[in-house]
């Protein structure tokens, strides 16, 4: 039998880290056309409304069910917008460990909710699900979400030389592919030990790998 995580929703001051709907469509698209995800994650390139319902009616929830973690929209408590998306991804459910990667939309950089959301997922892998270990991995170019990984707590352990293609704007208006290193950052349960729920964060931009 798959381990799953539980279908939940999670509360901090600010947010609300809830499953997916088709609601989130609209703000979904315009937040994963933004020219910094497009650079930084493997997004599809251009990211169509039909990208972005599939995600939200199905593939996000497919995510937990099929064993792999859990992936959630970031939204504000008091106005309901779509801030983000989290995503916990490959799952070790015998060492329990796993990754968490991120993206918040470009007008809500700067209000650490990159920060707020990955600490309460934490809080929530290490005290509820008794979880062991939590990777990010981050551009080597990405300063803003090395700056999120500092101030969250998270040790870096190391480069992985060559182990992710970015994309770079082209002057003729397009993309190119390049190759760059990644940077390891690992948080385990002791590291949170006296962190609240709540942190601030440089701009909020996270490496994660979208299926």
Same mark, same amino acid.
């Given at each position: 039998?798959? =381990?799953?995580?539980?279908?939940i929703?999670?509360?901090?001051?600010?947010? /609300?880290?809830?499953?997916?709907?088709? *609601?989130?469509?609209?703000?979904?698209t315009?937040?994963?056309?933004d020219?910094?995800?497009?650079?930084w994650?493997?997004?599809p390139h251009?990211?169509?409304?039909?990208?972005?319902?599939?995600w939200?009616?199905?593939? +996000?929830?497919? /995510?937990r069910?099929?064993?792999? $973690?859990?992936a @959630?929209?970031?939204?504000?408590?008091?106005?309901?917008?779509?801030v983000?998306? #989290?995503h /916990?991804?490959h799952?070790?459910?015998?060492? #329990?460990?796993?990754?968490?990667?991120?993206?918040i939309?470009?007008?809500?950089? %700067?209000? %650490?909710?990159?920060?707020?959301?990955? @600490?309460?997922?934490?809080?929530?892998?290490?005290?509820?699900?008794k979880?062991?270990?939590?990777e990010l991995?981050? *551009?080597a170019? !990405?300063t +803003?979400?090395?700056q999120?990984?500092?101030?969250?707590?998270?040790?870096?352990?190391g480069?992985?030389? !060559?182990?992710?293609?970015a994309?770079?704007?082209?002057?003729?208006?397009g993309?190119t592919?390049?190759?760059t290193?990644?940077?390891?950052?690992?948080?385990?349960?002791?590291? #949170?030990? $006296?962190v609240?729920?709540r942190?601030?964060?440089? =701009? $909020?931009?996270?490496y994660p790998?979208?299926n």
């Open positions: 039998m798959t =381990s799953t995580f539980p279908d929703s999670i509360s901090t001051d600010r947010l /609300v880290l809830r499953p997916f709907e088709e *609601a989130d469509v609209p703000a979904l315009e937040m994963m056309t020219e910094l995800v497009t650079a994650t493997d997004l251009p990211y169509t409304t039909a990208d972005a319902r599939a939200a009616t199905g593939k +996000a929830a497919a /995510v069910t099929e064993g792999r $973690g859990i @959630l929209a970031v939204t504000e408590f008091l106005t309901q917008r779509l983000g998306a #989290l /916990v991804d799952t070790d459910w015998r060492v #329990l460990s796993t990754e968490i990667g991120y993206v939309a470009p007008w809500a950089r %700067g209000e %650490g909710y990159a920060g707020e959301s990955v @600490l309460a997922v934490a809080h929530w892998l290490f005290e509820d699900q979880f062991e270990r939590i991995r981050t *551009a170019d !990405n +803003a979400s090395h999120v990984a500092q101030k969250i707590g998270c040790i870096s352990e480069v992985l030389r !060559n182990a992710w293609i994309r770079s704007p082209t002057e003729d208006g993309w592919d390049i190759r290193d990644l940077i390891v950052w690992s948080l385990l349960p002791e590291d #949170l030990d $006296g609240p729920g942190a601030a964060d440089a =701009s $909020g931009f996270g790998e979208w």
